[in-house]
């Protein structure tokens, strides 16, 4: 399984930067006969074909009160078998044809994804077909694939970002469900049972939540019938339960899981501004200045490159359906951790009370406006560039109006979104790592000893 | 997995389709009853080239590559050292000159100022990064294609006009360490494999870490630095790779007025020292108090692409074959059939200079005896020895390894990726290019061949290193 350097974070930063010249994306929107519907962008030039989907709100936020991780077992075993197929000739068929198909699953959403060459279309679509409409669930694979969740998570164990992640789901979504643990817990995963997945599969996978997005060498006519091979046969609405927001935090804290390492992960989350909010676009500027960028943002300037003080450091937004967050997050040699948040707070402070600069303004909107061509140079980034906007239910050519609203962005847009984001009382410090030396002034730390949500 | 690359900063592009790095999923098993005809493999398939690449070589020695894509008015430029920290220096008592280098390269030149490239590329809507592995070095922008040729000259001035200030050696070394910290220390399995690596690479330059190691870090100095970069980065151990929206033409006009002006200058001969063969049995064992999954791992030093073209592509063809995803053998065996293990693979490194590897990985089930699941690999290994291999396993192998070349199109980064790592190794553009047509030449008995010398595992051409990394007594009471 892929390990990101701050995942979650880089989950955030990686949705934002889609965007401007929507000629480069020539969105059709295509229906077919029995109405399921799907953006199309036809590509004629590759021999490929990416589908991606997703049954939105079916993702672990649906799944059954303590049996956490059903929506992780459920993506894992759609293609254990289904049909006439068993587990070994169900991965034997896409193997064989060189399919890609996987399944995944979110706090929000289920989604899943298929990539073939157009020779192996008609099967891999077949494939899809069975394993939403008729997955076998047999013990022996959901066994198997429990026994593969409890080892990954024994094996996540000893990551300190992957506790670093643990930690912030329960700081920061307390007793909402996004606070447990997407992919199961080494307790509630031996709960989940055929039944279960059946349960989520039959009522939450429907018409009404679906959105599908394709790229590739495919026609809107052939797309069409394929759609409804797989899609038509869905029921018409899902069964989901709605959640309330995420609450503002009520005051700042800081909050430590002691580790026994020599470099701390360090997170700072804020509540973030939801993508409706009016300056949600000056909040993506100011957040590539502050840190979205990488190399050439004032916080890796400050921390790392003035500094040496650690190798990475990142902010970003992240728009869920029931939370916003806006978070930095970095690590450090353990000594270090004080220093490096008192770095983070000039920064913060100079954002929050200082205009940025001309140039810093027109490098960042050329960025932010001219490297959306660089995430849609693959059938399956341009399909997943098109799933992220019909999740968000923005427009066709959402490019286009993101262009438009981010070259109207000023500095003074930028200071008012940083002051509306940044409010030190609503801050959260995270940190997991060896105990850090504080001075008198400093907030106390909590210290949780025993991650819920893991075992 | 053993780490063969390590970056400047994360890299979030690399999940695209890497035939030759060995690097990919998924593949095909035993014969079953089965619905679908298979489409033929057409001659087409075999005889077309893959990537459809143009080479010119300048003057002073640069190679260049260029793999024209029009769909998206972007292109990745990528510079390839043929150079890593397998080249370093041994026994000076320093280690990671050539990772510490690469971090240096963005710390200023003639043209510009500490940082200010990273800075100029993310101002024109574009992205950068670099990274260092034994045997090569590689920077790489992702640009809209009409920068080219100003970041062909930010490159080839960085490639003569190095200039560092002694602030920025002092601080950047606290930045690679801090990365070393965060790669390997704070990371019992890292920590594991960098030991297991160099136990199993003994008196090889591989058996060193990239980054290098702990206490030989905070050691490097500016003479360690320059005078590597001096020795090697030169254009004639350079290859240039650009893969996008480009005229070729345009793109060797281009390189000419730019990497032109770099003067020719020779680069020593690359010495990889190799393995001895050992006759005593290599086992490492470590257990940590943070680990709560046991692993086991075991590696074999095999020939790669450099030594053995054509046992380099049955390697491939083996490993698919054996471990190519779920409905394959290792896996349907002991993980399905038998339950000894949650998960097991077999792969191959063979993208080297010097000699390659196979790494086997697994983890036990909670019922499982570590003991257990060796003695359980061993005898599936046992029945595969001899004629174990199967022709229907090898052919699916064979047209998923074909299929993949397909799939390499589909992206703009990816092909100056597999084409600057494979030539970097020193594989030339042919062997690229009719990757399909060569594979298809790779017959059952030579995979079964190279899996009886070097897998048998009563005779093996060398021992293999095995390493348990294991929770720590106490708490499996």
């Known amino acids: 399984m892929k390990k990101h350097i701050l995942g979650f974070l880089l989950l955030g930063v990686m949705i934002a930067p889609a965007s401007g010249q929507a000629s480069v994306l020539d969105i059709q929107s295509v229906t077919s006969e029995k109405g399921i519907a799907a953006w199309l962008v036809e590509d004629k030039t590759v021999p490929v074909l990416s589908l991606q989907f997703a049954f939105l709100g079916a993702g672990a936020i649906n799944d059954p009160d303590g049996k956490q991780g059903v929506s992780q077992l459920l993506s894992n075993t759609l293609d254990e078998g289904a049909g006439d197929f068993d587990a070994k000739e169900f991965q034997e068929a896409l193997n064989d044809n060189s399919i890609s198909l996987s399944f995944s699953s979110s706090r929000d959403n289920f989604s899943g994804s298929l990539k073939t060459l157009n020779k192996y279309q008609d099967t891999a679509f077949e494939l899809l077909s069975m394993a939403l409409s008729s997955p076998r669930f047999e013990d022996e694979a959901i066994e198997r694939m429990k026994q593969a969740n409890m080892a990954r998570i024994r094996s996540n164990m000893s990551d300190p970002e992957w506790l670093a992640a643990r930690l912030s789901n329960t700081v920061l979504f307390e007793n909402h469900a996004y606070a447990r643990n997407s992919g199961g817990t080494l307790s509630s995963l031996p709960k989940i049972t055929a039944q279960d997945l059946e349960e989520k599969r039959s009522k939450q996978f429907a018409k009404d939540n679906l959105i599908v997005a394709v790229s590739g060498n495919i026609t809107a006519e052939d797309l069409k019938i394929y759609l409804d091979q797989v899609f038509a046969n869905l029921p018409e609405t899902a069964e989901l339960k709605t959640l309330e927001q995420v609450p503002q935090p009520e005051g700042s804290q800081i909050v430590q899981h002691k580790l026994p390492v020599p470099q701390t992960v360090v997170e700072i989350a804020y509540p973030g501004l939801s993508r409706m909010d009016e300056d949600y676009f000056a909040a993506e500027v100011m957040n590539y200045i502050f840190g979205g960028a990488g190399f050439g943002s004032r916080l890796t300037e400050t921390v790392r490159e003035q500094n040496g003080l650690t190798y990475g450091i990142y902010s970003g937004m992240q728009d869920m359906k029931y939370a916003d967050l806006y978070s930095i997050g970095t690590s450090t040699r353990s000594e270090k951790v004080a220093e490096v948040l008192n770095l983070i707070e000039k920064e913060t402070m100079k954002i929050k009370s200082t205009k940025v600069t001309a140039k810093e303004l027109q490098d960042a909107k050329s960025y932010l406006l001219g490297s959306v061509p660089l995430s849609l140079t693959s059938t399956d980034k341009i399909a997943s560039v098109m799933l992220s906007f019909q999740s968000r239910n923005l427009p066709e050519d959402y490019l286009d109006i993101r262009e438009h609203e981010i070259k109207k962005v000023t500095p003074d847009d930028i200071k008012r979104a940083a002051n509306r984001i940044l409010q030190n009382d609503k801050k959260t410090i995270l940190l997991v790592g060896a105990a850090i030396e504080q001075d008198n002034q400093s907030e106390a730390i909590r210290y949780i000893e025993t991650l819920p949500d893991i075992e | ?477």
């Open chain 2, 1 to 477: 997995m053993s780490k063969k690359i390590i970056s400047r900063s994360v890299l979030n592009w690399m999940t695209t389709t890497c035939m030759m790095i060995g690097g990919v999923t998924v593949t095909p098993p035993d014969a079953h009853a089965k619905i679908y005809i298979e489409p033929e493999k057409t001659d087409n398939q075999l005889e077309e080239k893959v990537f459809g690449a143009q080479t010119a070589t300048l003057e002073n020695g640069l190679q260049i590559v260029v793999i024209e894509n029009s769909r998206a008015p972007v292109l990745t430029h990528m510079i390839w050292y043929q150079v890593g920290s397998a080249d370093e220096p041994r026994g000076d008592g320093v280690s990671g000159a050539a990772h510490f280098l690469e971090h240096l390269m963005f710390k200023g030149s003639k043209a510009l100022s500490p940082g200010e490239f990273s800075k100029l590329i993310r101002s024109i809507g574009g992205n950068d990064n670099a990274f260092t592995s034994w045997d090569y070095t590689a920077y790489f922008q992702s640009i809209p294609s009409q920068y080219l040729r100003a970041v062909m000259a930010l490159e080839a001035d960085r490639m003569m006009n190095l200039s560092i200030l002694d602030k920025d050696i002092e601080s950047e070394r606290e930045v690679i360490i801090e990365e070393r910290r965060m790669r390997t220390d704070n990371d019992p399995k890292a920590l594991f494999m960098e030991q297991l690596r160099s136990a199993m690479f003994q008196n090889s330059p591989y058996a060193e870490p990239i980054i290098g190691w702990r206490d030989e870090m905070p050691k490097l100095e500016r003479q360690d630095v320059l005078s590597y970069y001096q020795t090697w980065y030169s254009p004639s151990n350079a290859i240039l790779v650009v893969s996008g929206d480009v005229k070729f033409e345009d793109a060797v006009k281009w390189a000419k007025e730019t990497y032109g002006k770099v003067p020719a200058r020779s680069v020593p001969i690359h010495t990889r020292s190799t393995v001895p063969d050992r006759t005593a049995d290599l086992r490492l064992t470590m257990s940590d108090d943070a680990v709560r999954q046991p692993m086991l791992m075991k590696g074999w030093v095999v020939p790669s692409f450099a030594e053995d073209k054509r046992a380099y592509i049955g390697f491939e063809v083996l490993t698919e074959a054996l471990s190519g995803g779920a409905a394959t053998r290792l896996y349907q065996t002991l993980v399905v059939e038998k339950k000894k293990a949650v998960s097991i693979s077999l792969s191959y490194d063979g993208d080297a200079r010097g000699q390659g590897s196979l790494w086997l990985y697994a983890m036990p089930t909670p019922d499982t005896t570590m003991e257990e699941l060796e003695k359980e690999i061993e005898i599936l290994f046992r029945e595969i020895v001899g004629n174990g291999v199967t022709q229907d396993a090898v052919e699916k192998a064979k047209t998923r390894l074909i299929d993949q070349a397909m799939f390499a199109r589909d992206s703009v980064a990816g092909p100056a990726m597999v084409i600057g790592q494979a030539l970097a190794v020193g594989a030339t553009l042919d062997d690229i290019e009719y990757w399909p047509r060569d594979v298809e030449k790779i017959t059952r008995e030579e995979v079964q061949t190279l899996f009886d010398i070097y897998l048998n595992p009563v005779t093996p051409k060398r021992l293999p290193v095995t390493g348990l990394l294991l929770p720590k007594e106490s708490k499996e009471k």
